[in-house]
Nanobody, 123 residues
Framework: QVQLVESGGGLVQAGGSLRLSCAASGSRLSINVGRWFRQAPGKERELVAFITSSGSTNYADSVKGRFTVSRDNAKNTVYLQMNSLKPEDTAVYYC?????????????????WGQGTQVTVSS
């Protein structure tokens, strides 16, 4: 079964750093677009950053200059490096990916979500 597994969340003081990982596994596959969303209590889920298959990236204004999204195609993993963290970055972070799954001669596409990982930034 193809799935996205996130890791790397935790508790950090303001100004600190965390790196989140999102690994796709379960079949022969590739990640086309990898995205990171976050959802704070009482707020809607928002797109934080994404990276395309060619390596192009895009960020929400609130994280530009502090967060960096990257990928390792050999490991089918997308990362989110978060620096200079602020209390307002506290949220559950979710990865989302457009996948191509290879089964013999067949290719299918699928969009999956990770399970979410809590990031808490204390002041």
């Amino acid at each position: 079964q193809v799935q996205l597994v996130e890791s790397g969340g935790g508790l950090v003081q303001a100004g600190g750093s965390l790196r989140l990982s999102c690994a796709a596994s379960g079949s022969r596959l590739s990640i086309n677009v990898g995205r990171w969303f976050r959802q704070a209590p009482g707020k809607e889920r928002e797109l934080v950053a994404f990276i395309t298959s060619s390596g192009s990236t895009n960020y929400a204004d609130s994280v530009k200059g502090r967060f960096t999204v990257s990928r390792d195609n050999a490991k089918n993993t997308v990362y989110l490096q978060m620096n200079s963290l602020k209390p307002e970055d506290t949220a559950v972070y979710y990865c989302n990916a457009d996948l191509t799954i290879y089964t013999g001669p067949l290719r299918t596409t699928k969009v999956l979500w990770g399970q979410g990982t809590q990031v808490t930034v204390s002041s």
